[in-house]
């Protein structure tokens, strides 16, 4: 009876406009010999389908087995409705619903297919720069407004030429309905400036560009979602100069290489990395290096590691093109000064990058939302963010929990914000530091922007409790003017809620949150930052911490980890020695301002920090006395960890809290008889280790809890977190890592609207 026709009518949810869906439908359809029609609709994509049991069955396989490669489906709702009489299969124009949304996808990197014509001299798009399909290319980055449709992307000015625009209509064609398609003939194109002075145009301006840069120069290039300022990596006249005129942060920079083999040759590159590499997404991927490489050491200095990306636009493929004597890894870091967001409007970038690129590889398709390059580095073979932007931002993530339309406002490093409409959370790109004018403008316009592409009327707000951030300081004035409920939520409760969302924890059950964190305020005005919680989204209670120690300067102190390692040890009785690095780093007169603010208790608030822990054993041991960004003492610590020492220093505690008295005394002793710096680093790692999981068992004697959440920037310390987790797992617990969103305070936004809604609702 298989062979008499029925009827289903199809619902997709999820991210399925803008990637193809409907030409991929109606291939679907035609090949299966089913009638019918598709259409986008504003909540997803809609399919009426007629044909035999047979068919229809292959069609909902197909169309759940192998979906089009950007696309992400949510849902697929299926309902039998009584046969039609559709002649054929035909496309119908969108069908637009009041209030309701869709997801939008993130800009993606050049496909096979794109990358293959881009180089093919018989392809009409051949070396054309912003060559892309439905498959990839630009999209987050360039839209207006919803619909997705071409006239509310930047790619609005750009009329189609006739070979475009028959693509674009051709349903059967990889570009129908590709919104930034374009070809020579009629889309976007490059030149190269430098000094103001219009010097090449096209297929020359790139040729420029790569001369310029054999010959050690700095080129900003304009990207998908912003500047990057490019040079030779193994030029260390150039990188220098870069670093010298980027000012002030020894912060890595990431590199690009052509292909994944020449990254192989200065990295460890395991399946699972090259996977990640290679996605669509492109991402920055954090890879040890083999060492005794040629590249500069002005790169990543203190660091095991490289970030490395592979191109992921036409013109990176165009720019980086292998040639003899021409260089194979270039640094791609971000196109800004130190402090200050990326660049990504023309002028801004000729403006303030003036003094830092020696030329400029422009082209004139406008970048509507700037989007930093993400960087993820692989934790057990899985992918772990450590920044989540490009080509993830904006995913929706799927809420653990009912809640309100919320808007979260993160915290104040790192910042990120989340918007929530029904189970959807939409955790912004990163935005930033929010420590100046131009970060607090893009964070602002970017919460407007998402609300109106999402259509989010937020009904709560939500922040950090620290009534100094600026993220709580905009949602408290917001709250006020528009009278919506506000809720103010402890930061490192908001990570472990924010780990237990990323894990799709799905009840209020609490867990075990190792929450090891730089600093956040705590409920009882102390600045805290070695946790120990037991609790989920309704609430916590701080089972342990860190013994109490004073940092001197507040925030400031980050700067100066020889600073703090002196507090720590004139706070625990210990003397300043000055054979000790830390003490050495510090002249005279430091010392006596230092010690008269400790024993006087000014500007010397107390902390419970994990993260100023690492830095003060980091400058007492002589890694590293000043830094000049937040954890670098830390990183170093962890580089010079020898893996080769199995003791441990003996880090007890008492009832609710973790003595760090007795680990700076061991620690002071190793020092006195001369012990390596690696040998110290591996004993602090492997004593925090089982620290960590003897508080673990402790706590599950007595509650029963087995589940542990990591979450907190100090778990950006792999060392850290393999010996615990290893340790954790031997005993038979569960632990729950980061896999969407950063552990550091990336994540915050997210945990805030899981512990916002749950204190809303009681
Ligand atoms: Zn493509
Ligand atoms: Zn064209
Ligand atoms: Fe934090």
Redesign the pocket.
Known sequence: MTDLPQGVQIKVKGIVQGVGFRPFVFGLATQLHLTGWVRNSSSGVDILLNGSIDGLQAFLDQLTSHPPALAKIDLIISNPVPPQDFADFTILPSLVEEGQFVPISPDMSICADCARELFDPTDHRYRYPFINCTNCGPRFSIIQDIPYDRPKTTMAGFKMCPVCDKEYHDPLNRRFHAQPIACDDCGPKVWFESKGEHLAAREDAIQMARTWLRAGKIIAVKGIGGFHLACDAKNDKAVTALRNRKKRSDKAFALMAFSEEIIQRYCEVSPAEAELLESPQHPIVLLETRGNSDLSANIAPGQASLGFMLPYTPLHLLLLEPAPDFPEIFVMTSGNTSEEPVAYTDADALNRLAGIADGFLMNDRPIHMRVDDSVYRLIKEKPYPIRRSRGYAPDALQLPLPALPTLACG?ELKNTFCLTQESYAFVSHHIGDLENYETLASFESGIEHYKRLFRVEPQLIAADLHPDYLSTKYAQELAKRTALPFIQVQ??HA?LAACLADNGWASLDPVIGLTF????LGTDGVIW?GEVLVGGYAGFERRYHLSEAPLPGGEAAIRHPARIALAYLDHFGLEWNPEFAAVEALCAQDRIMLQSMLSHKINTPLTTSMGRLFDAVSALIGIRATATYEGQAAIELETACDASVPEAYSIPFSKEEILISPLFQQIVKDLEQNTSVGTISARFHNGLARMAADLCSQIRSEKGIRAVAFS??VWQNKTLLLKTFYLLEQRGFTVLLHRQVPT??GG?CLGQVLIANQILNN
């Open positions: 915290a930061h490192h990570h964190d730089g600093t956040g930052g907190g920037g550091n305070d915050i």
